[in-house]
T-cell receptor, first 109, second 118 residues
Framework: GNSVTQMEGPVTLSEEAFLTINCTYT??????LFWYVQYPGEGLQLLLK?????DKGSNKGFEATYRKETTSFHLEKGSVQVSDSAVYFC????????FGTGTRLQVFP | DSGVTQTPKHLITATGQRVTLRCSPR?????VYWYQQSLDQGLQFLIQ???????AKGNILERFSAQQFPDLHSELNLSSLELGDSALYFC?????????????????FGQGTRLTVV
């Protein structure tokens, strides 16, 4: 079945560092891909999405490109802030959302 | 604010008991999804309802059941509770059933209900 694999955390960075969180997927069709973020004590919020190959989703300085040839949707940000500390989930849509295990990001001043 | 409302926010109950979690979807959304988030299992899809009908089923235990009412709100019923059922339960909604070419859409999540079984 369809699945999502993302890198283990935690990812620990200093403020203004470059962020990459890897995500790869397995799918039989052409699903939409998403990144969700969960701040402490809160629900999941949609961060960005891409609906077809080569689409780039972007929001709040975060970007991810739908790469069909490598079945990947890596999340990047050029300069992280302490306020970006959260758990990030990669997901694909096949009607319902299939989530990866989440990657905790900790950013220190 | 996602527009999805879940009640209650916290629930503490004893083993063997039954609880009901409630979800009101965003205005106009026809699909409701239930997810369980626990430390060891991550985010697990439980069940989806679309316009009152069960649409998809995931790793939902037989002790658990759900329904979606004509006003589109949904309830998740958990019975014969065990310690291992302690988790965060999220509801999400989306405008359509999300299947088929070109109609994959994101889901909007509520704040969750934290269930503690003691």
């Amino acid at each position: 079945g369809n699945s999502v694999t993302q890198m283990e955390g935690p990812v620990t960075l200093s403020e203004e560092a470059f962020l990459t969180i890897n995500c790869t997927y397995t799918a039989t069709g052409y699903p939409s891909l998403f990144w969700y973020v969960q701040y402490p004590g809160e629900g999941l919020q949609l961060l960005l999405k891409a609906t077809k190959a080569d689409d780039k989703g972007s929001n709040k300085g975060f970007e991810a490109t739908y790469r069909k040839e490598t079945t990947s949707f890596h999340l990047e940000k050029g300069s992280v802030q302490v306020s970006d500390s959260a758990v990030y989930f990669c997901a694909l849509s096949e009607g319902k959302l299939i989530f990866g295990t989440g990657t905790r990001l900790q950013v220190f001043p | 604010d996602s527009g999805v409302t879940q009640t209650p926010k916290h629930l503490i109950t004893a083993t063997g008991q039954r609880v009901t979690l409630r979800c009101s979807p965003r205005s106009g959304d026809l699909s409701v999804y239930w997810y369980q988030q626990s430390l060891d299992q991550g985010l697990q899809f439980l069940i989806q309802y679309y316009n009152g009908e069960e649409r998809a089923k995931g790793n939902i235990l037989e002790r658990f059941s759900a329904q979606q009412f004509p006003d589109l709100h949904s309830e998740l019923n958990l019975s014969s509770l065990e310690l291992g059922d302690s988790a965060l339960y999220f509801c999400a909604s989306s405008p359509n059933h999300g299947q088929g070419q070109g109609i994959n859409t994101e889901a909007f999540f509520g704040q969750g209900t934290r269930l503690t079984v003691v």
